[in-house]
């Protein structure tokens, strides 16, 4: 048996795919790399914005179009679209709505016997990790924020933290498997509040590591990884502005280990939007927080997430996300137009701004962006930076990421993907590095 895999939206549905692999690679379905190969077809699905599911959809009325001329083939549709009560009664052709807490249940859903262990969390499953050097560690589910334009806590539920017991021993088994970077990851990390019970006889007996149970928030548990022995970075998404504290700006400041690059979604640069969007912070408080973090850590590299088109945003309010852009100058940024998302609360409020309009307030915060990130990035020129090799280009050429998460070209006739290598920067562009490698030392 074999199955094609779809992955729309966060790193957190990448997460989520890999706990899904390990589940079907227990049951014997082995992945296929062509989509007409396959017995089963799995959606992992994003319901953040319109287009995304959009996708999906176009996908699913080809594949019934491929059953109706005879083709024998299973649809689940997973993740984030799966738990829209509309999707479900409307989308034709899903054999299974899964939703990703109960993947457990899927072997029973499928037909097949279930194996001997019993999974009590779906993050307790193992993955079956996509890549050999970087692994994406999920420590919290969900949200409790519920900005107005936000789906994620009406799909993802309440904020769920894992022990960090279990989070630990993950990036453990990670390190000593040989991986490079642990990307640690939550809709918002700073909420992490595991539970201080101490629950199960395994716990016990590891309570007498007192500094374990002295985890009690993400500083905490950031610190604890970062100190473990092993040769990798370490970091993490994302970050509510509202929750980032000056403990966590320290332990960041104090472990060379952790990765000096904060995303700091600031969704709106006018105080207004910013209330209409139930952000909880004011462009003063954001700007000084941006302003402390530089401080500390002055090596950093913040990007962000913004949307242009917010219900009721005028031409005067978006100007202020245009200035907020050039003040902050950010490294990199996530920009997202406006899109109506069903059950929110701006949903209800009229979305007065034209698709025409957004794009162009799109384009014009990318202007900006382009510019900034283009001063930050020749500023690097001319220095040795450590950096991680992803990939591997066209004859000689690779692609690497810098600890602040920047892309780096460089050639070499060695293989060194997934080792740490020394670069000296020849070259700026706004989202990009080019470089010379200094030597190809295995250490960071
Ligand atoms: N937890 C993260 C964001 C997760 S959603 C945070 O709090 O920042 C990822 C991004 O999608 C958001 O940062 C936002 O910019 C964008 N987004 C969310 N809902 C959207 C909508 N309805 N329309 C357009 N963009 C949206
Ligand atoms: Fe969505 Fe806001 Fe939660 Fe982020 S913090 S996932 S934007 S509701
Ligand atoms: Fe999309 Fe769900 Fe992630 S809505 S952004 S896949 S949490």
Same mark, same amino acid.
């Given at each position: 048996?074999?199955?094609?895999?779809?992955?729309?939206?966060?790193?957190?549905?990448?997460?989520?795919?890999?706990?899904?692999?390990?589940?079907?690679?227990?049951?014997?379905?082995?992945?296929?790399?062509?989509?007409?190969?396959?017995?089963?077809?799995?959606?992992?699905?994003?319901?953040?914005?319109?287009?995304?599911?959009?996708?999906? /959809?176009?996908?699913?009325?080809?594949?019934?179009?491929?059953?109706?001329?005879?083709?024998?083939?299973?649809?689940?549709?997973?993740?984030?679209?799966?738990?829209?009560?509309?999707?479900?009664? $409307?989308?034709?052709?899903?054999?299974? !709505?899964?939703?990703? =807490?109960?993947?457990?249940?899927?072997?029973?859903?499928?037909?097949?016997?279930?194996?001997?262990?019993?999974?009590?969390?779906?993050?307790?499953?193992?993955?079956?990790?996509?890549?050999?050097?970087? *692994?994406?560690?999920?420590?919290?589910?969900?949200?409790?924020?519920?900005? *107005?334009?936000?789906?994620?806590?009406?799909?993802?539920?309440?904020?769920?933290?894992? %022990?960090?017991?279990?989070?630990? =021993?993950?990036?453990?088994?990670?390190? $000593?498997?040989?991986?490079?970077?642990?990307?640690?990851?939550?809709?918002?990390?700073? &909420?992490?509040?595991?539970?201080?019970?101490?629950?199960?006889?395994?716990?016990?007996?590891? #309570?007498?590591?007192?500094?374990?149970?002295?985890?009690?928030?993400?500083?905490?548990?950031?610190?604890?990884?970062?100190?473990?022995?092993?040769?990798?970075?370490?970091?993490?998404? @994302?970050?509510?502005?509202?929750?980032?504290?000056?403990?966590?700006?320290?332990?960041?400041? =104090?472990?060379?280990?952790?990765?000096?690059?904060?995303?700091?979604?600031?969704? *709106?640069?006018?105080?207004?939007?910013?209330?209409?969007?139930?952000?909880?912070? @004011?462009?003063?408080?954001?700007?000084?927080?941006?302003?402390?973090?530089?401080?500390?850590?002055?090596? +950093?590299?913040?990007?962000?997430?913004?949307?242009?088109? !917010?219900?009721?945003? #005028?031409?005067?309010? !978006?100007?202020? %996300?245009?200035?907020?852009?050039?003040?902050?100058?950010?490294?990199?940024?996530?920009?997202?137009?406006?899109?109506?998302?069903?059950? @929110?609360? %701006?949903? $209800?409020?009229?979305?007065?701004?034209?698709?025409?309009?957004?794009?162009?307030?799109?384009?014009?915060?990318? =202007?900006?962006?382009?510019? @900034? *990130?283009?001063?930050?990035?020749?500023?690097?020129?001319?220095?040795?930076?450590?950096?991680?090799?992803?990939?591997?280009?066209? &004859?000689?050429? /690779?692609?690497?990421?810098?600890?602040?998460?920047?892309?780096?070209?460089?050639?070499?006739?060695?293989?060194?993907?997934?080792?740490? +290598?020394?670069?000296?920067?020849?070259?700026?562009?706004? !989202?990009?590095?080019?470089?010379?490698?200094?030597?190809?030392?295995?250490?960071?």
């Amino acid at each position: 048996m074999k199955y094609f895999l779809y992955i729309y939206g966060c790193q957190m549905n990448i997460s989520d795919a890999e706990r899904i692999e390990a589940v079907l690679g227990s049951l014997g379905y082995n992945k296929t790399k062509l989509c007409d190969d396959a017995d089963l077809v799995i959606f992992v699905t994003c319901s953040v914005r319109q287009s995304a599911e959009d996708r999906v /959809w176009g996908i699913v009325r080809n594949l019934n179009r491929l059953r109706s001329k005879g083709k024998k083939l299973k649809v689940i549709l997973t993740g984030c679209m799966a738990l829209r009560k509309e999707v479900v009664r $409307k989308m034709t052709g899903v054999d299974i !709505f899964l939703d990703i =807490k109960d993947l457990n249940k899927l072997p029973q859903l499928l037909g097949i016997k279930p194996g001997k262990e019993e999974i009590e969390s779906y993050l307790s499953v193992k993955p079956k990790y996509e890549n050999k050097f970087t *692994a994406y560690v999920p420590i919290m589910t969900g949200c409790n924020n519920f900005c *107005a334009y936000c789906i994620v806590p009406y799909v993802r539920g309440r904020e769920m933290s894992r %022990s960090p017991q279990e989070v630990i =021993k993950e990036v453990k088994e990670l390190i $000593k498997k040989g991986y490079k970077e642990i990307i640690l990851l939550g809709q918002n990390v700073n &909420s992490y509040a595991p539970e201080l019970k101490i629950q199960s006889s395994e716990l016990r007996t590891r #309570s007498k590591n007192s500094k374990l149970l002295k985890i009690t928030d993400f500083p905490d548990l950031l610190e604890y990884i970062a100190q473990l022995s092993g040769n990798f970075w370490l970091s993490f998404l @994302t970050s509510h502005p509202k929750d980032l504290s000056d403990k966590l700006i320290e332990v960041i400041a =104090k472990n060379p280990r952790i990765c000096p690059y904060i995303n700091l979604p600031v969704q *709106a640069g006018d105080d207004l939007i910013l209330k209409k969007m139930n952000r909880k912070y @004011t462009v003063k408080q954001y700007k000084l927080l941006v302003k402390k973090i530089r401080k500390s850590i002055p090596e +950093v590299a913040i990007s962000t997430d913004i949307i242009v088109g !917010f219900p009721g945003e #005028s031409k005067k309010q !978006f100007l202020n %996300s245009v200035k907020l852009f050039k003040d902050m100058k950010y490294d990199m940024a996530y920009l997202n137009q406006y899109s109506p998302r069903e059950g @929110t609360a %701006s949903a $209800k409020m009229k979305d007065t701004v034209s698709h025409a309009e957004k794009e162009r307030r799109d384009k014009e915060l990318d =202007k900006v962006l382009n510019k @900034t *990130a283009l001063a930050i990035n020749k500023k690097l020129v001319g220095k040795v930076l450590d950096v991680l090799v992803e990939r591997k280009g066209k &004859s000689d050429l /690779w692609l690497a990421k810098t600890k602040t998460f920047k892309v780096v070209k460089f050639t070499s006739d060695k293989n060194l993907l997934g080792k740490f +290598v020394k670069i000296k920067i020849t070259k700026a562009k706004s !989202f990009g590095l080019e470089g010379d490698s200094v030597d190809s030392l295995n250490s960071i």
